[in-house]
């Protein structure tokens, strides 16, 4: 794939967020990969790795007070700001897919009205227009009575459906790249292994080149062709798939892969590399702690809560 012309190029990408004492916290470092026409390139890490900031930064999502403070994102060869307003159009240049489809799709509107809705945002099409190709687009993702479920709202879908769905408004326009942050984390099994098929078809198909956001060995090893492997804002190994799950270089790309249960294999302990991860997050437990004391009352020497909630109602 390195002889074709990559429909995403990020170089030396450096993602920052300044602290309340002056200081700059950095959550990306220096990231650099590329993705192909047909490419699943699967972004790999534990929480708080980065890779989630890496493709928040790609659709223009980074919150402030974030910000890209050096290195380039190329879009087709076209390098563009995603911070500047317009300089991505998400759902037309590049499509999402996330964890959660209820949090993608609205609960108070039909699935057609969601579908025709991107559509007509993006395209000259009338509503009728727009309908039919809603219905094209649920039958090729595989959706069952596709005239029937438009007209039903994301509460009465399976979760596999509205995934199925969420897959659909992201190709409605017909991007050339999709950013998918874990898309399968909250389905079952077998649903899971229907939706990576479908990704792995649309990309074979369409040419559509994938980012995939994932902690899961198992659905790299499955539909990706290229893995990066990050570790607390740096990547640390990227490659083919198969050669990096089989003859991984970094320490801890060795111990990530090393991590995941085998049924051939019993460990008495997981790989461990060393104690910096649970050393700093003990250092911001006893921040916080002090922090609600001071808020407090100090001599009593119990925790005062950081956020309380009395009496909340939610109505629809």
């Known amino acids: 794939m390195s002889a074709v012309a990559p429909i995403l190029a990020i170089d030396r990408?450096?993602?920052e967020y300044p602290l309340a004492d002056g200081g700059v916290?950095?959550?990306v470092e220096g990231a650099t990969l590329s993705i192909a026409p047909g490419e699943i390139h699967a972004l790999v890490g534990e929480s708080g790795?980065?890779?989630t900031t890496i493709g928040n930064a790609v659709l223009g999502l980074l919150e402030k007070p974030g910000r890209i403070a050096s290195g380039t994102i190329a879009l087709d060869g076209q390098p563009f700001d995603p911070q500047k307003p317009g300089a991505v159009r998400l759902g037309r240049d590049i499509g999402a897919v996330f964890q959660d489809p209820m949090t993608s799709l609205n609960p108070l509107f039909t699935i057609e009205s969601q579908i025709?809705?991107?559509l007509r945002a993006h395209l000259p099409l009338d509503r009728a227009a727009a309908r039919a190709r809603a219905l094209d687009l649920l039958r090729?993702?595989?959706i069952p009575e596709p005239e029937r479920r438009l007209s039903a709202y994301p509460h009465q879908l399976s979760g596999g459906q509205r995934q199925r769905v969420v897959i659909a408004c992201a190709l409605a326009c017909e991007p050339r790249l999709l950013v998918a942050d874990e898309p399968t984390t909250a389905l079952d099994v077998s649903i899971q292994?229907?939706?990576l098929d479908l990704l792995r078809g649309l990309a074979d198909e369409r040419g559509i080149g994938i980012l995939l956001v994932t902690h899961n060995m198992g659905v790299v090893a499955q539909i990706a062709d290229t893995v990066t492997i990050m570790h607390r804002g740096h990547i640390v190994e990227s490659g083919p798939v198969a050669q990096v799950l089989r003859h991984p270089q970094a320490d801890y790309a060795k111990a990530l892969i090393g991590a995941v249960p085998r049924i051939d294999i019993r460990l008495d302990r997981f790989p461990?590399?060393?104690g910096a991860n649970q050393t700093e997050a003990g250092a911001a437990r006893d921040q916080l702690r002090a922090k609600a004391l001071a808020a407090g009352d100090p001599s009593s020497g119990?925790?005062?809560p950081l956020l309380s909630v009395d009496n909340l109602s939610v109505d629809y």
Do not use: W
């Open 13 to 15: 990408l450096r993602i």
């Open 25 to 27: 916290l950095t959550a």
């Open 49 to 51: 790795a980065g890779k």
């Open 116 to 118: 025709v809705e991107t």
């Open 140 to 142: 090729a993702v595989g």
């Open 193 to 195: 292994a229907q939706i």
């Open 272 to 274: 461990m590399l060393d």
């Open 302 to 304: 119990r925790d005062v």
